[in-house]
């Protein structure tokens, strides 16, 4: 990677505050992000060095929606931009502590104590080291060497999109979202019977569903009620009423069964899974521990593991009900009258468009949602 492709990774709106603050970006050797200042409050930091200074630039960045326009503006809120001589600095190293971290600065004088450049969390640390390495090297005059896989593997190479953890180099984008339900069904190779029965009991409940309406409207209404008054039709109307009240309670029964078999073995699966979880955790290192919050753990077992009950209690066999009777009131419906069938479709195809556009605002609200939880139960164990 050439020193023009490295700097060019520099984010727009970062260049700009730096360009409006006197600093020539075209001369900058390297950079690297902080979310510390130097006295340890959380805000937006970035650390460059030039052939003269060290700039430490501080502010909050921000996203702005564009009127008009699906995409955001990115800027910087600025509020101190610190100019230092590295002319007396011999080398620069990073400092690790149990949950912070430190950039510091040997003097050429080594009777001088090292300078306090920049604090930063534990999980910055790692991303210093290249500006830790070509500070050094310039300061030994080497020729700086910008490692383009050292960049390249914190970004997905499909999709480019940055991997929430650099260790981890999974990207939530682009993994196969079907294996990890594969995973999920390896916790009910235990309960198999009682999985086909279930599923049994949900399909016949849907059946029951999809035809009562048919009992109650075509037969009643077209068989019974437009023959006139007879005396005769009254055994009519009561054998109609009687299936209906026969179906609805078998299928109340049913629905019944359905709850006792899954709340059987859902919780089973949860506490399995729970305890698969910590086992795993139990073999983590201490790195690993330090460079997350207390509370996002706590977050994604406890409350992960809670939407994955409720979502094999109620959110698939939700999805499969729904499913089935779709396809059954469709058929019914293209019995009964075709052309009509045809009307509803289309105006179902205009539903499911919305539904997306209000599924991507969900999704930004249920993202908001999490972090918030996470953050909350890190303040309150910490």
Not at 81 to 87: A, G, N, V
Request: hydrophobic share 45%.
């Amino acid at each position: 990677m050439t020193a023009a492709e490295y700097l060019s990774k520099i984010p727009e709106h970062i260049a700009d505050a730096m360009r409006a603050r006197g600093v020539d970006v075209d001369g900058i050797i390297s950079y690297q992000y902080s979310d510390m200042d130097k006295d340890g409050n959380f805000a937006d930091c970035w650390v460059f060095f030039d052939k003269e200074f060290l700039y430490i630039l501080t502010g909050y960045d921000k996203v702005e929606k564009i009127r008009g326009n699906k995409k955001l503006k990115a800027s910087f809120d600025f509020l101190s931009i610190d100019r230092i001589d590295h002319s007396t600095f011999k080398s620069v190293e990073v400092e690790r502590y149990v949950s912070t971290a430190r950039l510091i600065a040997h003097k050429k004088d080594e009777s001088e104590p090292a300078e306090e450049i920049l604090k930063f969390s534990l999980g910055i640390a790692n991303k210093m080291v290249p500006l830790v390495r070509h500070f050094n090297d310039y300061k030994e005059g080497k020729t700086v060497e910008y490692n383009a896989r050292e960049e390249d593997e914190l970004f997905c190479p499909k999709c480019g999109s940055r991997y929430p953890d650099p260790e981890r180099k999974i990207c939530p984008k682009c993994m196969d979202k079907g294996s990890v339900f594969k995973r999920l069904l390896g916790f009910f190779k235990f309960y198999k019977t009682k999985l086909i029965a279930y599923f049994a009991m949900l399909i016949i409940s849907t059946v029951f569903t999809v035809i009562s309406p048919y009992l109650g409207t075509k037969l009643l209404y077209d068989n019974v009620l437009t023959q006139g008054v007879d005396d005769n039709l009254f055994g009519e109307v009561g054998l109609v009423l009687g299936v209906i009240i026969v179906a609805r309670i078998l299928s109340l029964l049913i629905n019944i069964g359905q709850n006792y078999i899954v709340g059987g073995i859902i919780p089973w699966v949860v506490y399995d899974l729970k305890v698969r979880i910590f086992t795993a955790m139990q073999k983590l290192s201490v790195g690993f521990y330090t460079s997350k919050q207390t509370g996002s753990l706590m977050t994604r077992v406890n409350r992960d593991s809670n939407n994955i009950y409720w979502f094999f209690v109620d959110g698939a066999p939700s999805v499969v009900v729904n499913v089935l009777m779709f396809i059954g009131v469709l058929a019914i419906m293209l019995y009964m009258n075709w052309q009509l069938s045809i009307i509803v479709v289309v105006m179902i195809q205009l539903l499911l468009f919305l539904y997306r556009l209000i599924q991507r605002s969900f999704r930004k609200l249920h993202h908001a949602r999490w972090i918030n939880e996470a953050n909350m139960s890190s303040y309150i164990s910490d």
